[in-house]
Every structure is written in structure tokens, then in C-alpha cells.
């Protein structure tokens, strides 16, 4: 086996690093997997964070794993990520927020009670917020985890110099840097833009939302599909 070559990179390096990755490809990336569900959702810039929270700890926590399996056993990971078991986890993590928005929709349209004001009226009345809260977070927490496994020049980079620093704990590191990095830039991005957008698109086009949640849940459902045959590689 040919030894390594020595890569050395600084917590400040890679997260540099990561940023620029994060300010140029993944916003492209991640936009056919995270724009269908702002336009779904049309949750707005306020609620931003419920889709953007578990889905950059998804990628930071893949990451950080990448560069710590590296550190720890000292060899490069890329064949590993390069295999059909990644695409797996992106594709089924998307099919599975596709089916958490189908469900969040139908607690929203079931989620009224009826309350007997006299012997001939009743009154409809909202459910309670917690009700139809979105099952979204295990779904795009894992669709995050499925992005950041996908492989990249500046990621295996990273993984080489956490393998040629032959410590878990230093590839850990790394990798959090990188992941902190990556997020960044995308998070403000999608956060102020995609969000506002499908915002304004379910307000605009409000005659025609369930049309929309339905077209953006066909999308996310043939994008995780795509993904897990291979068809589609982010």
C-alpha cells in the first residue's frame, strides 16, 4: 500500500475552505432538494429555521463523521462514499420529507374541532399550532447527512488530510470546520431568498396551493427516486 501523502490543513483552513464551497456549488446542490419544501411549505423567512435547522446539523454531523472515520483509521474514505449506500441515504431522506409534507397537510386539513355552541350551531375551530407541526426534522436531517456524504474536491481534501493526521479527534475537528464552513453562506442564502420566494409564491398563487404542494411533493418525490437509482447525482 502506498503511504500517504502529508496533507496538513488548520481548523482556519478548512473552514475557509468550506466557505467557499458553501458560496459557489452547494447552493446549487442543495436548490432542487430544498426548494420544493420552502414552496410547500411557504413557512416565510421567520419560520426558516425548522427546514434549514436539522438539515445543516445533517451535513455539519456527516461531515464531522467523514473526518473522524479518517483521522481514526488513517486511510482514505472516498471509495467508501463513493458507494451505492450514499445515494441510498440522500434518495430515501428526500422520498421520506416528500411523504412528512403529505402528512403535515393532512393534519392541517383534518386539524379543526367542533365546538357545540347551542342545540343547532357548532363552531369550527383551529387546531392547536403543535398539532400540525411539520415531521419534517428526521427526514431533512438525514437528507442533509445524505448531502454532505456526496463526494467533492474540496471534501476529500479534507478527508486526506484528516487521514494523513492520524487522529479521530483531529479529523473530527476538521470535519466540524469544514461543515461549519459549508453552511454557512447556504443557510443566509436560503434563509433570506428561498424562503421569502416560496413565501411569495404560495401568497401570489394562494388560488392554486394545493397545486403547488402538490407538484413540489412529485418533485422531491422523483428527486429521491433519481437519486437512490443513480440517475441524479447532486
Known sequence: ??????????????????????????????????????????????????????????????????????????????????????????????????????????LRGTGCSVRRQTSMTVEMTPAKKSDVAPTLPGGLFFMGMGMALNPCAPLTTVILAAATAGSAYAGLMLGVGFGAGAVLVPTFIFALGVAHFGEQVKLHLSRWGNSLENASVALLILMGIGTAMGWIAP
Not at 38 to 55: E, K, M, Q, S, Y
Not at 69 to 82: E, K, P, R
Not at 94 to 106: D, K, Y
Open 1 to 106: 500500500m502506498t503511504p500517504l501523502e502529508p496533507v496538513v490543513l488548520s481548523f482556519g483552513a478548512v473552514l475557509l475552505l468550506g466557505l467557499g464551497f458553501g458560496a459557489g456549488p452547494c447552493n446549487i446542490a442543495c436548490l432542487p432538494y430544498l426548494g420544493p419544501v420552502f414552496v410547500a411549505t411557504g413557512d416565510g423567512v421567520r419560520n426558516a429555521w425548522r427546514i434549514l435547522l436539522p438539515f445543516s446539523a445533517g451535513r455539519v454531523v456527516g461531515y464531522s463523521l467523514l473526518g473522524g472515520l479518517s483521522g481514526f483509521l488513517g486511510l482514505i474514505v472516498q471509495d467508501w462514499i463513493a458507494a451505492p449506500w450514499v445515494r441510498w441515504v440522500l434518495g430515501g431522506a428526500t422520498i421520506v420529507v416528500a411523504l412528512s409534507l403529505l402528512w403535515r397537510r393532512r
